[in-house]
């Protein structure tokens, strides 16, 4: 993988279907606080099988609305940040492959909106991106399907904990995001009680506050100035998370589980949260060096 230095930009995907002004506000607001430019991209899918360049008609209208939304893009940034470098860049492929080679090569972030569609359409849509996209990016992906909740002062980032290497991963970015944000960090852990279960459940939500705070010790030293609140709750991790972004800036998850769908790697919480959350949802690969 390529060290974040070498990852010097924002990536958005732009819809050609529909031009989403808070997915621009929130990708240029991103860039301009880590001081990187914002790229624009946009994928014509292809038609048919072909080895060739495809000049059909109707191929040629859709390139031609896709430049015309990135053209609409571009100028909704540069009315938001007038001062922020963006480019565009039309091509040819499947909008999920296309962004996941784009983001392997240059971003730090991908950036992309939700037409909530229903889990089939996600999975075998020639349009879908979402899901692949945030199965194989191999930096953070955000999915902004709701706004984000700036009420509060300071601002919430929601990050869910479960101990395991993709939530560390998780947790990293969410003090990252919060130092520069200047807010602070709500760190949840759910503990689902099995149906049969022996032993003291008291005993059980204790060692996973014990293990909560162990997991958060590094960063709370690195990121002394960032606030930070700690929960252990009872039940379903993607009910839990869902009712905690109702304030929240973004939830951050990290990405696990062995989906069956070309190599997937999502898992049930990441899945249901882009489902449930009511402010973006922002997950995080594993780091492999």
Do not use: N
Not at 218 to 231: G, L, N
Request: charged share 25%; hydrophobic share 45%; with cysteine.
């Amino acid at each position: 993988m390529m060290s974040s230095a070498a990852r010097d930009e924002v990536l958005v995907g732009v819809d050609p279907r529909e031009v989403s002004v808070p997915v621009l506000a929130w990708a240029a607001a991103e860039a301009a606080r880590r001081g990187v430019p914002l790229r624009l991209l946009l994928s014509v899918p292809p038609l048919h099988e072909t080895r060739h360049v495809d000049t059909s008609p109707h191929y040629m209208s859709l390139r031609a609305e896709g430049e015309k939304a990135l053209a609409t893009a571009a100028d909704t940034v540069r009315a938001l940040r007038p001062d922020l470098p963006v480019t565009t860049q039309l091509l040819d492929g499947m909008p999920a492959a296309v962004l996941c080679r784009q983001a392997a090569a240059h971003a730090r972030l991908v950036v992309v909106g939700s037409r909530r569609l229903s889990r089939p359409e996600e999975i075998l849509s020639a349009g879908s991106v979402i899901v692949p996209l945030s199965a194989q990016a191999d930096c953070p992906v955000v999915v902004v399907g709701e706004p984000e909740h700036t009420e509060h002062r300071p601002g919430r980032l929601v990050v869910g904990v479960d101990g395991s290497e993709s939530s560390r991963a998780a947790v990293e970015f969410a003090f990252e995001e919060a130092s520069m944000r200047d807010a602070a960090v709500r760190a949840v852990s759910v503990w689902q009680r099995p149906l049969i279960a022996f032993g003291d459940d008291q005993a059980v939500l204790d060692e996973r506050r014990r293990l909560l705070g162990e997991a958060l010790s590094d960063w709370t030293r690195k990121y002394p100035d960032v606030p930070v609140t700690q929960e252990v709750l009872r039940g379903h991790p993607v009910e839990r998370l869902a009712q905690a972004s109702a304030d929240a800036l973004a939830v951050v998850v990290g990405r696990r589980g062995r989906g069956g769908y070309t190599g997937m790697r999502l898992g049930s919480v990441v899945h249901g949260l882009l489902h449930r959350a009511h402010c973006p949802v922002i997950t995080v690969p594993v780091v492999t060096t």
